[in-house]
């Protein structure tokens, strides 16, 4: 079972809160500093870019360095990566079969997979639910993140997004095509943080101590504020609220991949892996969260269907936002 100390619990919520408000102040900062004609759209793209480059991939460097990897957990990773390429490939075959374009159809497809299980909103509130173990639990979870990512969610966009833009008529077809794509995406700056998490894993599991300075001067936590105002304020700027609700139908769909079919495949990959207790607990939490900040990069970086990340983004962070507020304000009304 997952240990509750209360000490824990009051900061992990203390931080859930900053956490959202920086999320809300950024999206809010960034939407308004468009309207007002300080920044356009376009400047969003290479503010994306540097953020992945300059904070993502130094975070995902040094949280993997310093995460404490539990005998025998090595199961809440393998379900997590499983579960979310299973959502990306049911969002894909969704898609197919709804015939959308493939600017449309990689957005649907890789929203219904890419969670916010990271530092945003899943690691917040597994800190606050239960403190310390849910925390680690969740940074183990994380663990495929970087892998998924980079290796099968980059490569995606950027086939629909040739696809979309027609740049893939003229090329190779195929495993040569795939291959091509793949090598692009791997030698693309903004793959970084694969390498940094890859080298994380490999000088925590050789037992290389990292520099105390890191913690001390709280390098990881400076770096997590940035990467929030930068890739949230960065989306706020590309946010068109007049074009939002003509994808809400679109956006209702990913939710209920997020929300329904997502924990469902949790649940078979749970029982095919064996998941119990405290590990089960926090994987069916994290394959509910609402999409992952990095799909409505992706589809910015890729000139995929911006308006409608965005609009499920908004959507699916709401739906969520507005379970945890409620189960709150029913926790705080309850007596004892």
Request: with cysteine.
């Amino acid at each position: 079972m997952l240990a509750t100390d209360p000490s824990q619990l009051d900061f992990g919520q203390v931080r859930f809160v900053l956490f959202v408000g920086c999320i809300l102040l950024a999206m809010g900062g960034g939407y308004l500093l468009r309207r007002l004609g300080v920044v356009r759209s376009a400047s969003a793209r290479p503010i994306m870019s540097a953020a992945i480059v300059g904070c993502d991939a130094p975070i995902a460097g040094l949280a993997i360095w310093h995460l404490r990897i539990l005998e025998g957990v090595w199961k809440v990773p393998v379900a997590g990566g499983i579960v979310a390429v299973a959502a990306c490939t049911l969002g894909l075959v969704l898609a197919r079969w709804r015939r959308m374009g493939p600017a449309d159809a990689a957005v649907f497809g890789l929203q219904g997979g890419m969670g916010n299980v990271g530092y945003t909103l899943g690691g917040s509130l597994c800190f606050a639910l239960w403190g310390l173990q849910g925390l680690a639990l969740e940074q183990m979870y994380c663990l495929f993140w970087p892998f998924f990512a980079f290796l099968f969610c980059f490569p995606l966009a950027r086939h629909y997004g040739e696809r979309a833009a027609g740049a893939r008529a003229d090329g190779p077809s195929g495993l040569a095509y795939a291959g091509r794509t793949l090598a692009r995406s791997l030698t693309d700056l903004r793959s970084l943080p694969l390498y940094t998490a890859a080298l994380g894993l490999v000088l925590n599991l050789r037992g290389v101590a990292p520099p105390a300075a890191i913690e001390r001067w709280h390098v990881i936590d400076v770096l997590m504020v940035t990467g929030i105002l930068t890739q949230f304020g960065s989306v706020g700027m590309t946010v068109h609220a007049r074009r939002l609700p003509v994808f809400w139908k679109k956006a209702a769909g990913t939710a209920a991949v997020k929300f329904l079919a997502s924990p469902l495949l949790m649940v078979g990959a749970a029982w095919a892996l064996g998941l119990t207790g405290g590990p089960l607990a926090v994987c069916l939490l994290l394959a509910a969260m609402p999409s992952a900040l990095y799909s409505v990069l992706m589809a910015n970086l890729f000139g995929l269907n911006r308006d409608l990340a965005n609009a499920t983004f908004i959507l699916t962070h709401a739906v969520c936002l507005g379970a945890v507020a409620v189960v709150a304000a029913v926790h705080l009304l309850t007596p004892g």
